[in-house]
């Protein structure tokens, strides 16, 4: 019994009309000989149900049933469930749910709303007579059966990746062109917490600050928006809708410097001139500043006020058991201007609060203590390498006392770290460990946030404290899943904010930036990366970037696919094929059927794409915005002309700085057997509409597929096949001004860096190549001695190059010193000559170490602003990490002490070798979960710390292959070319010698 996709419904397998039109109601665009695949089912047992789930190569879903008598099965029934995307594995779930894992792309969490039973999708039966060939036909719809409730992200797999600051965040953008055929992506990755924006609303002018209040204690909600301007105060009620309100007490004549809940049901408001508590019944009690000093800083909790006046004179107020604010009778003066302050929350149980920071003018902050024995004493001080922006003292890691009505209940489960914050006005973030009894500073660490002074705002997160740190970005650092973090929130630049709660969004943030007023949200918590997607169309393979522009060429090719243009074709030739087959008394139905074919089209992403066979290709050419995540401009290329390869190039022949792109095409070619019918092409593009578009300049042909092409010294080095060319820019097409045939493959990839080329060829490794302007020669004069089959390769420097292999290893080589690369071709050198499959000269292995997955981009970068520069790459599997180098010598020799050290270690499965440029791997982030693995290179082995080889057979042939690698083959051939040699040379000289003399 089989199984057919199409439009109809299922016939009856005895032969009637309907059935006979049953073959022609194949609206797919597959051979529909081709047959049908299951790749991954589930089974599901309970005592009421017993099924299976099967999935096809195509994505649709069968149910499966079985009807047994004692334990004999009887019958197996299949019905058509839904279509989703295709799963390497599945599982049913108990509580109702479906989780399928995606075998490329996001994995999904399905809801099975029903399981097919009510529906009048027809059954198949294994008890239904069918004759030889017969085949059932089904009709792929929307799934109804099984509801999305979830996804979770998956880069799988990435085909090629950049990192770049296109939208001027201060921190690098990923940029990676994931997933295979129509559901394939172009996704913008940031580091940072995805934010969203709940309402954007205008204000009269440009605030400065902002809170929020709540009206009693017991509330869960917040009842005030306070806003604070240059010379008024403008305070909003929160509701269904936010408005403005004047009865609130507070005083709108006047800046508020900050506004709180004070007890249980009172508010007070600070302004320069004074303090106003405002008290439930509306009674209000004023403090006027002394003199014609203001108040310039303050700090305030639920009990306590500490205010600054004017020359750095400390006042502080507290509230009684009776709810007045009452002033304490000493007021302390400090040695300089207060810049900040801070006080922490009062702890469950307790009456105040016992600490009290202070950021002075210079660069100092004080801790002082509050207790009634010795009120603002001093305790602890720390030197700053800058001024203080802003002080905030919180316990993360414990629920937030204020909005949580059972805080005096459990406190011993609550009590978390209590950490002082100092945000310094160079745009640096300290954080330092409080003592809750002695009040020491201790653990100080120091993070670069922004080019902005840093300010901080409590913030509540899950229940739990948490502290916003503002500066040119936004960053949040809070307690998760028993892990604390700092993460940079994806948003514009925000000048203030306060923590904000109502019924609509619970655990929000009110901000200010501009003149707006905005209300966000933090949904997804704990992620590392927010993502931008643009779909796209085919499989992408590699992009370029405009470099002042910044928008983007993609090419995009498929295999066995149609392209747009070609599904047109294939359905007239199906119903045309319909109409001529069919008989005279059939031919209006089969004109319905025609129609039917024409309009009909399947969502390629919900069903994927047809099967067009083998030798079959399908591209395009797309530009795009990536920041925005629009495309500006398509091309089609025609059937069975697949794109391998993109460059951007400025020529040196125009005057003008223009770049121009070329994309590398083949044309019918075959995998297997290899045949190219068509040859290859060379097209040059150049941008038009400012920017909005490409023109096709002209087309070159070649004799073999372009695989890689990179700009050269105001030309283009194209790989054709195994031969290295030079290209420069012509009226009607790419003019050749040099060649090199001595790649001995097929050459994958070329980096350039000055005058020299670095050629990976797709099983022989690296070669490195100069370009001798004078004689217009490409020449090999170094390569790696051992054989490596290339996927990606990046330069470090001008004698060192990063490269990874399709076995899952990472390795460093090096040109040795002694390297000469203007040497003269011996005509006696058998290495000069290419006899030795090699060159004379051999790079050094430096680094190697086994990471288990296929890597298909490397590239170099400073991911945070800063920072040291890294080596990221990223795999096949959806990873993204990164290769960090020791700066100092002292990390290299702990690193390796402590590896060796190690009573269970592993060696990498990578030969052994002197390590000048030891690497550690940071971490990684991949597609289900993370993973940190901290590996050393030392002289003579690599040693690992952590699960890093992985499992499998991709391993264990990786070991093989990187045990092969091992063995000296080079230095065996080296000595027996030597040994030729010597023996050539000696026969040479007698031979010479005996014709001199006349012996012979």
């Known amino acids: 019994m089989q199984a057919d996709r199409q439009t109809g419904k299922v016939w009856d397998t005895t032969f009637n009309t309907a059935n006979y039109f049953g073959c022609f109601l194949q609206h797919d665009l597959e051979d529909p000989d081709r047959g049908m695949m299951f790749v991954t089912y589930t089974a599901h047992k309970t005592k009421a149900l017993f099924f299976f789930l099967l999935q096809t190569e195509q994505g649709d879903i069968f149910k499966v049933t079985l009807t047994s008598d004692e334990d004999m099965v009887t019958e197996i029934k299949m019905k058509y469930l839904d279509t989703i995307p295709v799963a390497s594995s599945l599982c049913v779930l108990r509580t109702g749910f479906l989780f399928v894992a995606c075998e490329f792309g996001n994995h999904r969490l399905y809801q099975i709303a029903h399981l097919g039973d009510a529906d009048d999708e027809p059954e198949f039966s294994s008890n239904t007579p069918v004759e030889e060939g017969d085949t059932f036909y089904f009709r792929p719809r929307e799934a109804k059966n099984l509801l999305m409730v979830d996804e979770l992200q998956s880069l799988s797999p990435i085909m090629h990746c950049k990192i770049l600051d296109l939208a001027n965040e201060d921190t690098p953008q990923f940029y990676t062109a994931c997933g295979t055929s129509a559901r394939s992506t172009l996704r913008v990755l940031r580091h940072g917490l995805e934010v969203t924006e709940m309402a954007v609303s205008e204000l009269p002018g440009n605030p400065n600050a902002v809170w929020t209040v709540r009206k009693h204690g017991d509330d869960k909600f917040d009842a005030y928006i306070v806003v604070s301007f240059v010379n008024a105060t403008l305070v909003l009620s929160i509701g269904e809708t936010v408005e403005e309100v004047a009865d609130s007490g507070f005083l709108g004549t006047t800046p508020t410097i900050a506004c709180s809940l004070l007890g249980d049901d009172a508010l007070i408001q600070v302004y320069p001139e004074g303090i106003r508590h405002i008290r439930a019944d509306k009674r209000v009690n004023e403090w006027k500043s002394p003199g014609k000093r203001t108040i310039t800083k303050c700090a305030i909790n639920e009990r306590q006020l500490v205010i600054s006046l004017t020359g750095g004179e400390l006042v502080y107020f507290e509230m009684d058991q009776t709810g007045q604010l009452n002033e304490y009778t000493e007021r302390k003066e400090m040695q300089s201007d207060v810049s900040c302050m801070a006080l922490g929350e009062v702890p469950p149980g307790e009456a105040r ?51 949580e009505s059972s805080a005096t209940s459990d406190t011993k489960e609550r009590r978390g770290v209590l950490y002082l914050n100092i945000g310094l006005q160079n745009g640096v973030l300290l954080r330092s460990v409080l003592d809750p009894v002695t009040g020491d500073l201790s653990d100080t660490r120091t993070r670069y946030l922004g080019s902005r002074p840093v300010k901080l705002f409590r913030m509540t997160i899950q229940g739990n404290q948490a502290v916003l740190a503002v500066s040119s970005r936004a960053w949040l650092s809070y307690h998760y899943q028993n892990r604390f973090l700092l993460t940079p929130l994806s948003y514009e630049t925000l000048e203030y904010a306060s923590a904000f709660s109502s019924d609509q969004c619970p655990e929000g943030i ?21 993502e931008t997607v643009t779909p796209l169309r085919y499989t992408p393979r590699k992009f370029v970037i405009h470099p002042t522009i910044g928008v983007m060429v993609t090419i995009e090719t498929d295999h066995n696919a149609y392209t747009l243009e070609g599904k047109i074709q294939r359905k007239q030739e199906m119903a045309r094929e319909l109409l001529t087959t069919a008989e005279p008394t059939d031919q209006d139905m089969a004109k319905v059927l025609a129609s039917e074919i024409l309009r009909g089209d ?33 091309e089609d290329l025609p059937q069975n002309e697949a794109a391998f390869s993109v460059c951007l190039v400025k020529f040196l022949v125009r005057a003008e700085e223009e770049y121009f792109v070329l994309v590398g095409t083949a044309v019918d070619l075959q995998l297997n057997p290899r045949q190219l019918g068509g040859g290859g092409r060379l097209r040059t593009y150049r941008f038009v509409d400012d920017f909005q578009k490409l023109e096709l300049l002209h087309v070159t042909p070649v004799d073999e597929v372009p695989h890689s092409i990179a700009a050269f010294q105001g030309r283009v080095a194209v790989a054709v096949g195994r031969s290295l060319r030079i290209y420069d820019l012509g009226k009607k097409k790419l003019l050749r001004k040099c060649e090199s045939k001595q790649i001995p493959n097929m050459i994958v990839d070329i980096k350039t860096m000055g005058s020299r ?15 001798k302007v004078k004689e217009n020669v490409l020449s090999i004069f170094a390569d790696d001695t051992f054989p490596r089959y290339i996927t990606c390769s990046m330069p470090l420097d001008y004698n060192t190059i990063a490269i990874a292999d399709k076995f899952g290893n990472f390795s460093v080589i090096r040109l040795p010193a002694t390297v000469n690369e203007d040497h003269e071709d011996d005509p006696s050198s058998f290495w000069d000559r290419g006899l030795l499959n090699g060159a004379s000269q051999k790079a050094e292995s430096v680094c190697n ?4 997955e296929t890597i298909t981009s490397l590239q170099k970068a400073t991911l945070i602003p800063g920072g040291s520069e890294s080596v990221v790459y990223t795999t096949l599997s959806g990873r993204i990490g990164a290769f960090v180098p020791f700066t100092s010598r002292e990390d290299q020799e702990f690193f390796s002490a402590s590896g060796t050290a190690s009573p269970k270690r592993e060696a990498s499965a990578l030969r052994p070798g002197p390590s000048p440029l030891p690497v550690v791997l940071l971490a990684s982030q991949g597609c289900g979960g993370r993973r940190s693995v901290r590996a050393v290179q030392r002289p003579g082995l690599c040693e690992a710390e952590g699960d890093c080889r992985g499992t499998g057979p991709d391993t264990e042939r990786g070991g093989q292959e990187a045990r092969r690698h091992s063995q000296p083959l080079c230095v065996l051939i080296y000595n027996y070319a030597t040994a030729v040699l010597f023996l050539y040379g000696t026969l040479s000289v007698a031979f010479l010698f005996c014709t001199l003399f006349g012996l012979l």
């Open 353 to 403: 609060s016992r600490f009290l920071a202070v950021g002075l003018e210079d660069n100092t902050v004080r801790l002082l203590s509050l207790d009634p024995q010795d009120c603002l004493s001093p305790l602890s001080l720390q030197a700053l390498p800058a001024p203080a922006e802003s002080l905030n003292i919180v316990e993360l890691g414990s629920k937030d006392f204020r909005r």
């Open 510 to 530: 009110v901000a200010i930036a501009s003149n707006t007023l905005r209300i966000l949200a933090l949904d997804k918590l704990g992620t590392v990366f927010n």
């Open 602 to 634: 399947l969502n390629d992403v919900d069903f994927g794409a047809p099967k067009a066979g083998p030798g079959k290709w399908a591209s395009c050419v797309r530009l795009v915005h990536p920041v925005a995540g629009k495309t500006l401009w398509v």
């Open 757 to 771: 080329l670095y050629i990976s060829d797709v099983s022989e490794s690296v070669h490195f190549v100069k370009y």
């Open 849 to 852: 170490f086994y990471l288990g």
